[in-house]
């Protein structure tokens, strides 16, 4: 794990998820102004690690932590690992008595459909953050600059929230927009609740002697991972079968 800025209790510490090429480093970039540098227009990711961005809170003076965390789906290294760097952090975190005031699943609304992976993304993501976890959770469309159709675009954002995202909608969490914007970035994160959280993924490493394997999340990517396997075999098998 790449050297993380040190954390109080007091800060304000943002976890930005989400698949890779959602805008995660860009949405850090616009709210803190910094991390640009590490923004990726090539098609190959960058090297998977964990990185934080201290900024200052524009209206209230609070220190705010952003931690840009790999994205799931990362052509480099598995989901798995992701799921570990993660899990580390969080232990870390709680060894510095800290703990997270948001979490933030960034989705572009630019995608013209929800792919298999992403859906077991999303529910890997329920399961690390956990329902007591949710009014700390809030659910981020970008791109919105990039896309002309906005009905379409409008249309998308209901089905995400209809179809994929109402457990946690349900649960607590908030849906907003960000339109590629400073004011944009801090107008998100006004959604947030005063007082932090733990999340479900640090209940369990705490209690499976922070071994990630024993987490729901990680069970979880373990089952679909399976499934994936089983499915794809299934497929060759027929294909085989009709020559």
Not at 86 to 98: F, H, M, P, Y
Not at 215 to 237: C, E, G, P, Q, Y
Request: with cysteine; hydrophobic share 35%; glycine share 6%.
């Amino acid at each position: 794990m790449a050297k993380l800025a040190n954390v109080s209790k007091d800060d304000m510490i943002i976890a930005v998820m989400g698949c890779t090429g959602c805008g995660k480093t860009n949405f850090i970039a616009k709210a803190s102004g910094h991390g640009a540098q590490y923004v990726n227009a090539n098609l190959r990711p960058q090297p998977p690690n964990l990185r934080t961005f201290t900024t200052t809170h524009p209206t209230t003076g609070r220190r705010v932590v952003f931690v840009d965390t790999p994205g799931f789906d990362d052509t480099t290294v598995s989901d798995a690992e992701t799921l570990s760097l993660i899990a580390d952090w969080l232990i870390l975190l709680k060894k510095q008595g800290a703990r997270v005031s948001g979490v933030l699943y960034l989705h572009p609304i630019t995608n013209n459909r929800i792919s298999y992976p992403a859906r077991e993304n999303i529910e890997t993501f329920v399961r690390l953050c956990g329902t007591e976890a949710m009014p700390n959770v809030i659910l981020v469309t970008t791109m919105w600059d990039e896309i002309a159709d906005k009905t379409m675009a409008n249309n998308r954002e209901e089905e995400l929230k209809r179809d994929f995202w109402d457990r946690m909608l349900r649960d607590g969490g908030a849906a907003k927009r960000f339109m590629n914007t400073s004011e944009s970035a801090w107008d998100v994160l006004r959604e947030l609740p005063e007082t932090p959280v733990s999340l479900q993924m640090e209940y369990e490493l705490e209690k499976g002697g922070n071994r990630v394997h024993k987490t729901s999340a990680h069970k979880h990517l373990n089952s679909s991972m399976s499934r994936w396997i089983h499915d794809v075999k299934s497929v060759l098998f027929k294909k085989n079968t009709l020559r």
